[in-house]
């Protein structure tokens, strides 16, 4: 709407024109000339206005599609990496949803809006002579030729910077996640001849684009200027031959210049406009792959057992399962230790058991109902889980431990706090509570990211507490807190499944679970497997349960 009003107040200008050279030169007449240039300057200034407000409102357009979809695209962005491997830092789906909203904010579609005008603009121009009217017509074809050529030949080149980006931003993210290491084994200039490659690539690319649009941008511009003279030239005949006054002949070369303008506006947003659609595109594929959940029944909270049918998993991006054909079962009150070698598949199987990765065959039920008919969210409520490299979150040790809750509940947090044995080792902190850990806890040791973790996993007595190596960093003290905590989480009738190289942890389980190669090797009463697994052990030096000696010292 506001479009169709700016164009036809854009025909005052050559309107203008034309009144003052037919009408105020052939009269001399100056009172008409001030009425039309009062006239004329308030049509300008209202079309000035209409063109702000036409700005405005598309930059609302952009901010409202961003919000239509900033939530979906975040989730999918975090659910991504648990069904398939993202290329680069992962994050590009956000970049996509910073190009499509840019562009439909920018200037760009109002050249779209502008475009069906151009038919008005070139009906005048027939209107004033049959022939200036065929020579904007010729122009206007020459110049959305070139248009097309633009979308021909930029599309490949702009494909190409996008994944050369990701890949720039990958190297670089990996980088900044390992600065340590890099600085330690003096890596810095390794790594960076890898990053200045990908970037040299990156910006080749981007090269390529830019000239194809800079290129045909050019060659437009000129031509729109060339046409313009063009016009006036055949407007110049047209006087000669006294078929046209010369308000005509000026009239019309401007609006050849207007009906025209579109088109050269169109050339020059061509990238950001193939950029935003290729953008589209990778988010539509996107937002396909992670669908929004659909809303499950409410159900009870669990509390009999945790049963593993079947269970086959494959890791996100993978093809070949790394775990396969897993069934037990572990009632409520009791606590499983799983053990194993390097890459037997522990951590697979605790990453299935609280629902992270979905088994490709098989099921993870509690209390009957598979962790596919929970809500994640209601899921989360009664599952603990201590992953094997902790991730904590930028925020207070508080927020971390109560799950970042809107209104966490001070002596829940405390009482978790307690029951991971963490209370003291926190309060040792300058701020307690509210000591703020830093970007993915980096300012707290290991052992203390693994005791804030715990404390994590235990926060509102979960049903299920799942703990992958809990006592990896830990000191004496922090080994008799887990021990405490797998007792605690038996106590109230709960299931702790305990991931173990040290077999102190195992000690406080009732049943064992021995994986090998990916495979149950032996489930069952902790006194009826650990002595088999042992004697396996035994006979067969270096294979079986890892750190074997200490085993048999401590059962
Ligand atoms: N994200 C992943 N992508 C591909 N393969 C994976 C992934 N995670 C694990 N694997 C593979 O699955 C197998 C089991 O790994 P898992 O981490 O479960 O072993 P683990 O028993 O926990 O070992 P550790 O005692 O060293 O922690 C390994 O061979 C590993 O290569
Ligand atoms: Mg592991």
């Known amino acids: ?63 409202r599609f961003d919000g239509q979809f900033s939530g979906r695209v975040h989730d999918a962005i975090v659910r991504l990496p648990l069904s398939t491997r993202m290329p680069g830092d992962g994050l590009q789906p956000l970049r996509d ?46 110049l959305i030729s070139l248009t097309f050529l633009t979308n021909g030949l930029s599309q490949q080149p702009i494909s190409d910077t996008i994944a050369h980006n990701i890949v720039r931003n990958g190297l670089l993210e990996a ?33 390529k684009a830019g000239d194809v649009a800079g290129g045909l941008g050019g060659i437009s511009k000129s031509l729109r200027v060339m046409l313009q003279s063009a016009i006036l030239a055949v407007g110049a005949y047209l006087v000669i031959r ?113 629902g992270a990765w979905a088994p490709v065959a098989g099921k993870v039920r509690i209390d009957s109902a598979s962790l596919d008919q929970w809500d994640r969210e209601a899921l989360g409520r009664h599952v603990g889980y201590l992953p094997q490299g902790v991730e904590l979150f930028d925020g207070t040790i508080a927020e971390n ?58 926060y509102r007595d979960p049903f299920l507490v799942v703990l992958d190596e809990p006592n990896a960093n830990l000191d004496a003290e922090g080994e008799a807190a887990v021990v405490e905590a797998i007792a605690s989480v038996r106590e109230r009738r709960g299931v702790a499944v305990v991931v173990a190289h040290r077999p102190s942890a195992v000690r406080a389980v009732d049943y064992v679970l021995m994986m090998e190669g990916g495979r149950q090797r032996a489930f069952g009463p902790r006194d009826e497997v650990l002595p088999k697994v042992l004697k396996a052990a035994a006979m067969a030096p270096g294979a079986g349960v890892k750190a074997t000696g200490s085993t048999q010292d401590n059962v």
């Open 401 to 458: 431990i109560a799950r970042f809750e809107d209104n966490p509940d001070p002596e829940a947090i405390v009482a978790a706090a307690k029951a991971a044995g963490t209370h003291e080792l926190i309060l040792r902190f300058e701020h307690g509570y509210e000591t703020p850990i830093g970007e993915a806890g980096s300012a707290l040791s290991a052992g203390q990211r693994q005791r804030i973790g715990l404390a994590r996993a235990l």
């Open 1 to 63: 709407m506001i479009s169709g009003v700016v164009n036809l107040l854009a025909l005052t200008s050559p309107l203008f024109m034309l009144q003052v050279y037919d009408r105020v030169l052939a009269s001399g007449s100056v009172p008409t000339l001030v009425g039309l240039v009062v006239l004329a300057v308030g049509l300008f200034a209202f079309q000035c206005m209409l063109d702000i407000l036409r700005a405005r409102v598309l930059l609302r357009i952009g901010e």
């Open 175 to 207: 980088a900044r996640r390992n600065a340590e290491v890099v600085q330690a084994l003096g890596l810095g200039k390794r790594i960076a001849a890898r990053w200045h490659k990908a970037n040299a690539n990156y910006l080749a690319a981007n090269r």
């Open 242 to 354: 006294q078929e046209a006054t010369a308000g005509v002949m000026v009239a019309s070369s401007i609006m050849m210049g207007r009906a025209l303008a579109p088109v050269d506006l169109a050339i020059s947003n061509w990238k950001p406009f193939l950029m935003a659609r290729q953008s589209w595109a990778r988010l539509e594929d996107l937002l396909a792959k992670v669908p929004e959940p659909a809303p499950v029944m409410p159900m009870p909270a669990p509390e009999r057992e945790l049963r593993v049918e079947g269970v086959t998993i494959v890791p996100p991006g993978e093809k070949k399962p790394t775990v396969t054909g897993l069934a037990f079962a572990v009632q409520a009150g009791s606590a499983l230790g799983v053990i194993g070698a390097s890459g037997s598949g522990k951590s697979t199987l605790s990453r299935a058991i609280v």
């Open 97 to 142: 949803l910073d190009n499509v909203r840019g562009f439909l904010g920018g200037n760009g579609p109002t050249a779209f809006f502008d475009l069906p005008w151009m038919l008005l603009y070139l009906g005048i121009c027939f209107l004033f002579h049959f022939w200036i009217g065929m020579t904007a017509l010729i122009g206007a074809i020459v």
